[in-house]
């Protein structure tokens, strides 16, 4: 069975951090691009950041210098460290994954043709 799941959500104060983990079983991980989506209230669903099997990394222009992905194929894993938290960040953090190129439907909620989590929630008060 393919699974992702999510950890490591929660609250945190503004300029805290968080280290979001994502647990991938069920198929061949290494040949997958894999990326952090979010999607506040009311909001679209946001490319945060995106890994591809080669290595190469791209951020939104929020993350940028803020957050880093990261992932370790030998443990099918991927990572967000979030440093320096703003209320609004304040979103559920979804991970997913997919032959290249990773793709999400449309912006209205977070989903696409490949693997995706089920979210984890993450809180930045001010």
């Known amino acids: 069975e393919v699974q992702l799941v999510e950890s490591g959500g929660g609250s945190v104060q503004s300029g805290g951090s968080l280290r979001l983990s994502c647990t991938a079983s069920?198929?061949?991980?290494?040949?997958?691009?894999v990326g952090w989506f979010r999607q506040a209230p009311g909001s679209e669903c946001e490319l945060v950041s995106m890994?591809?099997?080669?290595?190469?990394?791209d951020y939104s222009n929020s993350a940028k210098g803020r957050f880093t992905i990261s992932r370790d194929n030998a443990k099918n894993m991927l990572y967000l460290q979030m440093n320096s938290l703003k209320p609004s960040d304040t979103a559920v953090y979804y991970c997913?994954?997919?032959?290249?190129?990773?793709?999400?439907?449309?912006?209205?909620?977070?989903?696409?043709?490949?693997?995706w989590g089920q979210g984890t929630q993450v809180t930045v008060s001010s």
């Open positions: 069920g198929f061949t991980f290494d040949d997958f691009e």
């Open positions: 997913a994954a997919e032959r290249p190129p990773l793709r999400k439907y449309d912006d209205v909620f977070c989903g696409g043709p490949g693997y």
């Open positions: 890994l591809s099997s080669d290595g190469s990394s």
